[in-house]
Structures are given as C-alpha cells and as structure tokens.
C-alpha cells in the first residue's frame, strides 16, 4: 500500500526566508510525486511533479524539490519566500503510470510567511 | 477555457437528507475523479468515471454513489448524510489515457458540504 506522510503541519517563515516542507512516501512500486498548492476557498494546483529521470525537478513559483529513493523523500524548498506562498500544500503519491490513476494525500503543511 | 467547473460552491443540508454535487470537466478531458477534503485533512480519493462507467472506487460506503453523462460531466450523489460527511468534494478531470503523458490531472475549486 502507498501512504505520504508530511512532517509538521504548519511551517512558518519569514519573507525571504527558506522554505522547506517535508513529505515521506512509502511504496513497493517506483512512485510517482506530487505537491500540490491549495490557496484558501480553492481547489488543488500542481506545483510540480516527478515521475522518472531527474530527481530534482522544478516548479511553478520558484518551487523545486528533490527524490531521494534512499530516505524515501520528496521534501519542496524555495530559496526565497514571498507573502504569496501562504497557502497549504499537500504531497501525493500515485501508483500508477496513467493520470487517471487515483492520488494518495498527504494531511498537508500550512505555510505561514510574515513579513 | 473555464477549466474544471463545480457546483454549487456552497451547500448546506440537514442529517439524514440527500445531496447532488456536480462537476464539468476540462475541455478534453474525458475522465472524472472525486474526492473528500475533511477540515484539515488532505483530499481521499472517492470513485472515478469514465466512459460513464464507475473505473475505481476508494473506501467509502454505498451511500456515496456517481453518475457520468455522455458528455462528461459528473455527478456525486450522497444519500442519508451524516454530520462527518461535511467536507470540500473536490471534483478533477484528466485527458484520454492515450492523451499526452505529462499531462496531470486538473482540480476544480470544490464544493464546500456542511451537513447540520
């Protein structure tokens, strides 16, 4: 079974400070990652995504994060946080090669950025 | 393109009643998937349509039930609410398998549910 655990579910930083959101995944099949963005009153926005090749992948918004198969991690960052970036974010994992195949969330991380 | 559409964006029932949420996909996309936001928990993945057919189901019971139309579009239909099923359903399409593989799926901004 895949399951995605977020450590910490709220983060708060300073503007211009790093960001870094973490998330953990467990699966028997090579997975395929996502995080997702949720601002308040909206749906989910796809903030990037790794499916195969390079494990550094980069984002919309300045976002990027990294697969480490080893620690089993896909923890975001961004070097420099903006007001903008408060919101919640959600990692998920998909099983499956097709889109269709179902996401599996995490509880999600709310971002707090003061200026 | 007005991406994924739902509605209504608000709704409020009494327990015991029954609700009708609907859902229009992405211009292209032939496939809808539902899922359940609770406060302060990540999305679950209900059931999926394609094909106006149910494709994949997660773990909810039968009052939880959908319907998808020739032309896409979907429906959640839930039966005998109960105060634990107020949540965000959020609906989402995706293009045709044979479609382009990096292309995800696209979430509509939800339905908020509160069942009193």
């Known amino acids: 079974a895949q399951s995605v655990t977020q450590l910490g579910s709220h983060v708060s930083v300073s503007e211009g400070a790093l960001v870094l959101l973490r998330c953990n995944y467990s699966s028997s099949v090579p997975p395929y990652l996502f995080w997702y963005v949720q601002y308040p009153n909206q749906g989910l926005q796809l903030l990037l995504k790794y499916t195969t090749g390079a494990t550094l992948v980069k984002g919309i918004n300045g976002f990027e994060a990294e697969f480490k198969k080893s620690e089993t991690s896909f923890h975001l960052t961004k070097p420099s946080a903006h007001m903008s970036d408060a919101a919640e974010y959600f990692c998920a994992v998909r099983r499956g090669v097709y889109n269709t195949d179902k996401l599996i969330f995490g509880t999600g991380t709310r971002l707090q950025v003061f200026p | 393109d007005a991406g994924v559409t739902q509605s209504p964006t608000h709704l409020i029932k009494t327990r015991g009643q029954q609700v009708t949420l609907r859902c229009s996909p992405k211009s292209g996309h032939d496939t809808v998937s539902w899922y359940q936001q609770a406060l302060g928990q990540g999305p679950q993945f209900i059931f999926q349509?394609?094909?106006?057919?149910?494709?994949q189901r997660g773990n909810f019971p039968d009052r939880f039930s959908g319907h998808q139309f020739p032309n896409y579009s979907s429906e959640l239909n839930v039966n005998a609410l109960l105060l634990g099923d107020s949540a965000l359903y959020l609906c989402?399409?995706?293009?045709?398998?044979?479609?382009?593989?990096?292309?995800?799926?696209?979430f509509g901004q939800g339905t908020r549910l509160t069942v009193v």
């Open positions: 989402a399409s995706s293009p045709p398998r044979w479609g382009p593989m990096n292309t995800e799926a696209f």
């Open positions: 349509y394609y094909e106006e057919e149910e494709r």
